[in-house]
């Protein structure tokens, strides 16, 4: 956000009980309207002066967009305020916290993707540019996930990628943000159950992982030829078999996204 255009969008805020409030909702207008992230606002005099407001109503509104996650303030010699646009991960891990907070369980997830991924599948097929922008993707994720078949989790967070790749080419811009974070949500509570198997050696087999494995193969080969009706059907019975696994042990459970291996897992999606 250059200096030039902060100072011709910031109205001149009249003082009010809610100052802080309206400062930082005219900021965060600003950032997400903006092309730009990890970049600086102007200094703090400058914004200041822009305002017409005191420091102290300045800096509170800088703290709640702070909260917020859409900046980052710096302190020290090359400190300033920078922004930080939502990105789907962030969008993932709220949509988590408050599955979390009203109690949604594990099998209540594993429903509503049932719902929806299959119909990510079946828009994949439908795209003309399929060949170019989704495929080769897909037939490289097959290689790498053939590479460390019966190698217990390797395998199963590689076999996740396959369901990503599919859900993050969904051209539907909306639906791939609110399916991709669901996915997400779903692939951070089944690496909890599969760290949990794997170290009790209850990890499906190598015979499983290569049945899944070729699960996969033919839905890219649905995909390839545009079959729709076909890839909604083997999607929607390969997700509910693989989903068994992991909802017989954990079904019942509430959605974990404030543990502490959770929000690591978040952070680096």
């Not at 930082?24 to 600003?30: E, P, S, T, V, Y």
């Not at 709640?64 to 891990?93: M, N």
Request: negative net charge.
């Amino acid at each position: 956000m250059d200096e030039v255009t902060a100072r011709r969008a910031a109205p001149r805020i009249g003082m009010s009980p809610r100052i802080a409030e309206s400062i930082a909702a005219d900021l965060r207008q600003r950032i997400l309207r903006s092309e730009h992230t990890d970049v600086p606002l102007p200094r703090q005099d400058d914004l200041i002066e822009q305002y017409g407001v005191s420091g102290p109503s300045l800096r509170e509104a800088l703290r709640i967009l702070e909260a917020e996650g859409l900046i980052t303030v710096r302190r020290g010699k090359f400190g300033g305020a920078y922004v930080h646009k939502p990105s789907w991960s962030s969008a993932a891990y709220a949509l988590a916290l408050s599955m979390q907070g009203q109690g949604v369980r594990i099998a209540d997830l594993a429903e509503s993707l049932l719902l929806l991924e299959p119909k990510c599948a079946a828009l994949c097929a439908e795209r003309v540019d399929r060949h170019e922008a989704l495929v080769p993707a897909l037939r490289a994720n097959l290689a790498e996930s053939e590479e460390v078949l019966g190698v217990g989790g390797l395998y199963s967070a590689s076999a996740r990628g396959f369901h990503d790749i599919m859900v993050a080419s969904v051209e539907n811009v909306s639906l791939r943000l609110l399916v991709r974070s669901m996915v997400a949500i779903w692939s951070i509570q089944e690496q909890t159950w599969a760290d949990t198997v794997n170290a009790t050696a209850q990890y499906p087999d190598e015979a499983h992982q290569r049945e899944s494995w070729r699960t996969h193969a033919a839905i890219l080969k649905y995909i390839e030829d545009g079959d729709a009706e076909g890839v909604t059907k083997l999607s929607a019975s390969h997700l509910r078999a693989t989903q068994a696994i992991v909802l017989e042990r954990f079904g019942g459970e509430v959605v974990d996204a404030s543990s502490l291996a959770a929000v690591q897992a978040f952070k680096s999606l």
